[in-house]
């Protein structure tokens, strides 16, 4: 099939929540917070890239990934660069990216160990719509009260750096050698390609659009390209197959896509620029 659903898994994290929304359902009040829902690619494949959703109740670790380089250092298949797409975002809430001035590894370290690195992030206020691109080595955390779309590398590497008293491991060693301890410096921005077709990120090793049209466009993929489509607001569909707001479909080659008004839907693929291929129009 060219339109793969994917399934989902989700994950508890004390940090999560129970009212989730987004075409998915709450969980009930004995049961434990979700704070991510992955969507599983099908057993046998091996993708580059992963979605995920997160529902954020309290702060994150203060966190940092590796680049692919740094990552094959330590046996891993690649490093992780990701975007958020910031769905939903309570009054006050905020994001940090990067450091409010150039810090050494050493200070980063010390910062780190008695916690003053909580006033050294350069913490943000989000609101819906806002769309952010990290480049690996970006010293990062995210808010409470934050819901979000991520698109990222394939790959399960987290070096927490500060993680506010919780019992937790930190990563210190790893995470210091690969941080960047630097005001970060947003180098996404958004464009039309097309009536209807906006890049939110292009980046070093994904893109993600962002589809708005009325009607039924044709998509055509390259031959062995993966693409992947993430509904999120209005009905849709592919391939004449109902799409759904908290789904996560896999496309391969040639699809059509249909929105009605009003519909907005992700379309995300590997690479540094947007394909030329598709939607033909």
């Avoid at 917070?33 to 203060?62: A, C, Q």
């Avoid at 006050?92 to 780190?112: C, F, K, N, P, Q």
């Avoid at 799409?243 to 590997?270: H, K, Q």
Wanted: net charge negative; charged share 20%.
């Amino acid at each position: 099939m060219t339109a793969t659903r994917l399934s989902t898994i989700s994950v508890e994290k004390p940090w999560g929540r129970r009212d989730l929304g987004f075409g998915f359902p709450d969980v009930a009040a004995d049961g434990a917070p979700i704070g991510e829902i992955w969507f599983e690619t099908p057993p046998g494949n091996t993708h580059d890239l992963m979605v995920k959703y997160l529902f954020t109740s309290e702060r994150l670790s203060i966190q940092v990934h590796p680049s692919d380089a740094q990552a094959r250092e330590r046996g891993l298949p690649c490093g992780k660069e990701e975007a958020w797409i910031i769905l939903a975002a309570e009054p006050g809430a905020t994001i940090a990216m990067g450091t409010t001035r150039s810090v050494s590894s050493d200070e980063l370290r010390a910062a780190t160990l008695d916690g003053s690195i909580e006033a050294l992030m350069d913490w943000k206020p989000v609101s819906p719509g806002g769309v952010f691109y990290l480049p690996a080595g970006t010293v990062h955390a995210i808010g409470a009260g934050i819901t979000l779309i991520e698109v990222q590398q394939n790959v399960d590497v987290t070096y927490r750096l500060y993680d506010y008293g919780r019992p937790r491991e930190l990563h210190l060693d790893d995470g210091i050698a690969v941080s960047r301890g630097e005001p970060f410096i947003c180098q996404n921005g958004g464009f039309e390609l097309a009536d209807g077709r906006a890049v939110l990120v292009s980046g070093r090793k994904f893109v993600v659009e962002k589809w708005t049209w009325d009607g039924t466009r044709s998509i055509e993929l390259p031959i062995g390209a993966l693409a992947w489509l993430i509904p999120m607001v209005g009905h849709a569909e592919v391939s004449e197959q109902d799409i759904l707001p908290g789904e996560c479909w896999e496309i391969r080659r040639n699809v059509d896509v249909m929105l009605s008004p009003g519909a907005e839907i992700l379309f995300a693929y590997s690479g540094p620029s947007p394909l030329p291929l598709f939607p033909a129009t």
